[in-house]
């Protein structure tokens, strides 16, 4: 790993602190994923904090399980879960080990690899379409559960790093209300975005599920 201050790994200190200031502050750095095809590199442009047992939206919101255990330390980590059966979602833990939270790594840019994105990603109509969304990101960068727990503050060849990168300047950072979270944690304005950037994910609001009925 070059000595270029850009191309320093994120230190573990940056990650153990409170989740709401983790989260805005990882935007513009550089996510590096090794694959066995080759390096992709990706600039953050979207990201959601979750606050484990205090916040509703979160995973760990009813404690510790096999599932969400990465997401209790050590900060530096990566917390990777399945979804509707179908597809990975990427995060960052935070905090002090032993106090769940992560931020979820939901849009970026990618700077380089972008063939390999573009190979595992063969339905995107764009360049900015290839990891707009945190589905697209994990499935573009070959991530998935084996990744579960991987060091991201390591550096070298490691599968996954977090790199310095080039943050934006804070008049650019917007926002929100977190995507797709319903109850008690709809309201809470964690969704972090790079503003007018192109990669960003529209907001969708959370829609309840419709339970099937019975005929009668």
Known sequence: ???????????????????VEVAPDLLGRTLLRHTPDGPIELRLTEVEAYDGEG?????????????????????GHAYVYFIYGMWFSLNA????EGRAS????????????????????????SAHELAKGPARLA???????????TD?????????????GAPPTPDR????????????????PWRYWIDGDPTVSPY??????????SAT
């Open 102 to 125: 992560g931020v979820l790594l939901r849009a970026g840019e990618i700077l380089s690899g972008a063939h390999l994105a573009a190979a595992r990603r063969p339905k995107a109509r």
């Open 139 to 149: 499935t573009a960068l070959d991530i998935d559960r084996t990744l579960d727990g």
């Open 55 to 75: 916040d509703p939206g979160s995973h760990a919101y009813r404690g510790r399980t096999e599932r969400n255990a990465a997401m209790f330390g050590p900060p």
């Open 204 to 213: 969708r609001r959370h829609v309840p599920r419709r339970r099937a009925t």
């Open 1 to 19: 790993m070059t000595d270029v201050p850009e191309r320093m790994p994120l230190n573990r200190d940056f990650f153990d602190r409170p989740v």
């Open 152 to 164: 991201l503050c390591r550096g070298g060849d490691a599968p996954l790093s977090l790199l310095h």
């Open 173 to 188: 950072v917007r926002n929100g209300p977190r995507t797709g979270v319903g109850g008690d944690g709809a309201h809470h």
């Open 93 to 96: 833990v935070c905090g002090p």
